[in-house]
């Protein structure tokens, strides 16, 4: 009787996942027709939503300086928008966007943990979130350890969440699971229940260094655990895709995913968010087309 | 709901257009070819059953008109269509599914105002599948003589086609299709209620030349649908429907040398296990009972959930409901129509009744139906047993009983515990489990790990008294043929 | 000389594997071509019927899943039975107005009949059976099955051939039966019933009732508890009403009308195929 007081969870016994379900409850969840102001409130919550990335090896302070300038600024030709949700850069260039964004509310996200494939030892890892919260991290996009998990040791990937986590305290923690290279469904869903265990505040797709980010699909998987998750525990995880997503009609239908099987409530940026980086000017195209009621051309809106 | 909507609200009215459909105001009976006035001399009229505005006028086929439209095919078989070769007939088929196709969102809306069933099911199920059943027994039409190993077939003559108002147009397709592939004429009578995609269908196959004769389709209720099946001069009845009039229909064609199938009723078990994937099963459960306000034959409509997970499908399944949207059809976003006849939805609200009186406990989505209009909002009845008239009896409406197991003997006996077997369904992970489960469920169509899924190639009909014969595929041809 | 008596033969129905009188106490005799009473047969009742039947049903899960490759041998055993046996029914049938050589034909026929229909056991299957390529990503397949008990009323000519004709494609299908012997001529049936007792059969797998159609009929024919109905008399009137009967609960219906049972046309897989129903599965494909 011992072992059942001791509750070990049991990672490979997460739930199953129907390919193939998945993929037709998107096509349904995709047939919804999102019009007239209904659109424009959409177009403008996917705006608030955005973590504006950029994470090149060849950012620069100036870049970075740019790239915050514009969060602030959107647009000056529409009335009432939103402002995005974070600006995601690497640790070192986290200072600058802080310094950039002082006075708003606009957050500095950092990724770390040898952000993309995380392959350096566990101390290197840690020592690099300390860093990015030093620096003025408000959030932090850790990776987890793909070739751990891939081959079996979910104890280890969970541990390292745990610890990251105990390490953020209170600074938001998104942690990427890099689904394109976990390859299927039921990893994911597995992943997930891992990730939100541990303490992950957000559960996002992907680093955006793989030849696949986020898709539709992987994001139901995560969003129905996030759901599951929810009932079990009452507490609410956020969801962050990246990778890809880069035109309105796509944003509008992740939305309309979120809506539809986590509710209303997750419909904020404090638990959804786009990792994203030309998403936000074709959001503002279309906000400007909706409203003006003209097709428009890139050519009128900024290139940061 | 206003046009202020935002996101959070609600969705904004995103209606599909009406304005590249026309719809006559009358419609006479459609025989040789041409459109010509009933003898009866009457018509009555059809409506939309989300408004219950009327939308056109059809025409009642007496004694006199059957004939005429039975001589007209007897006609074209003798020396038309028996006589083309089949190649040319292929063409003919091929062109009925392309002009469809081109023709899809103009009979798509026409199916939702006539029906009630939602533009997204019309629009992306009912039209594309029609067209689809078309371009796949087209092809047989020159092939005949590799579908029946060690015999030849030969077109039987006219055949006798009877359908429902549930899918009018796939129905009409399921029916016409394979009969002309295999060198038969039609006589097709549509459902009073949906008589309209019918009659569109009717100028088609004008606009394509199809030689006069060849399919006529006459309108009226059941008196006329009786005469169908009577007239001597038809060698073969087709008819999807109720298991009670497929039984009036099969005693009255006791003793005469007609061929015929039947495609009647059915209450679908549709089984969880523990180990299923269950969101998407709780997804499968949606679509098996709601898909087309319940107005299926096939319809998943006795839930049967592995007691340990049964709180959790059954939690799950309640909120998945209240985010079906109930209301106009033509809307884009609604995902659940109008019932389709007031007279159906007398029948849906006295069985739930029957429900709740026999101690169910109902559930039901959370929407507002609209003012006008025939409605039914999701329902879900538990604490009913296999002996609840709810889980007996076929309510062809949204409503799904649910009742919990055990072992999976108990369940197996628990889904062939009916006198129908027209389909089924089975979620697990396990392999080994579906082929026991499916293999021992006494049912024509067996959905594992999904739910409501038809193709033109796949073979549909029932077991017992679901009916007889098969619709699609190879085996549809058999109908149609004569093996010598 | 040879002052021994012989031992005559009692005729009784077959049920559920055992050789049982009719509940009703009745029975009917059957005059030789001299005109003389040399047998007394049973006259099966409507509760024999309905005894038939449950057991019938009892045996249709553990037949039907019988391998095709056993079905197709307990089917080869029949036969292999009967040929030991020829003598005997040809002796039968001669006895009551069948020439020798017909009688010879009729038994060897049935012999190679109960052959084709053993080696269809594992075969049919795959010649009706389908892979759909259906335009989604599923797999979808569909295969014929038994229907249940089918309920059969033999012909009167070739009494023998006749009954086998139409037991064996139904029984090969996986099907159980019960079976109305030939009215006219009924002995071989029930010496055919001991053939199959020696031959592995279930019990309850074939049931043979001697009796008369007239009586018998309306309850085959209306009773809810069977799938399939076989008629292939002349009785137009009976057609009728079988048919009307049975679709009370929608049975399947096979008219049989004036098929030579003597020539290759009497046999076929089509036949299996009469008593089979074809189940359609599908599942996705993913990952």
Redesign the interface.
Known sequence: MKANQINIANFRQT???????????VSRLN?????????I??LK?ALSMIDLTTLEGMDTPGKVQQLCIKAKHLNHGISDLPHVAAVCVYPSLVKIAKKELNETSINVASVATGFPSGQTNFKTRLEEVRYAICEGADEVDMVISRGKFLSGDFQLVFDEIAQTKEVCGNIHLKVILETSELS??DNIRRASEIAMKAGADFIKTSTGKTKCGATQPISLVML?AIK?FY?KTNKKIGMKPAGGISDSKTAIRY?VMV??ILG?EW?TPTLFRFGASSLANDLLMQITKQQSGAYQSADYFSKD | MTNQTDFITGYSPAPESTNLIEIKERYPLFIKGKFSEPQSGKYFSTINPATEKKLSEVAVANQADVDFAVKSARNAYKNVWSKMPPKERSKYIYRIARVLQERGREFAVIESMDGGKPIRESRDIDIPLAVAHFFYYAGWADKLEYAFPGRKANGLGVAGQIIPWNFPLLMAAWKIAPALACGNTVVLKPAETTPLTAMKLAELLQDIDLPPGVVNIITGAGDTGIKIVDHPDINKIAFTGSTDVGKIIQKSLAGTQKKYTLELGGKAAHIIFDDAAINQAVEGIINGIFFNQGHVCCAGSRLYVQECVAEEVISKLKDRMDTLIIGDPLDKNTDIGAINSKMQLKKIIEITQSGKDEGGVLFQSKCTTPKSGYWFKPTLISNVAQSSRVVQEEIFGPVLAVQTFRTVDEVIEKANNTPYGLSGGVWTDKGAKIFKITKQMRAGILWANTFNKFDPTSPFGGFKESGMGREGGIHGLYPYVELS | MNSRIDIQKTYKLYINGKFSRTESGRYFPLKDSQGKTTVNLCQASRKDFREAVKFARKAVSGWSSRTAYNRGQILYRIAETLEGRKKQFIQELNHFGITKNNATQEVEITIDRLVYYAGWADKYQALFSSVNPVASAHYNFSVPEYQGVIAIISPNDNPLLGLVSLIAPAFVGGNTIVCLASEKNPLTAITFAEVLHASDIPNGAINILTGFSSELAEHFSSHKDVNGIVYCGENLELNKSIQENASENVKRIHYYDKINWLINKGQSPYFIMDHSEIKTTWHPIGS
């Open positions: 739930p199953v996942i129907d390919q193939v379900g998945v993929n037709e409850r047939s919804r027709s999102i019009k007239k102001t209904s659109k409130a959409a919550l299927t469904l129905e599951d009932q939305l809506k539809e209303n419909l």
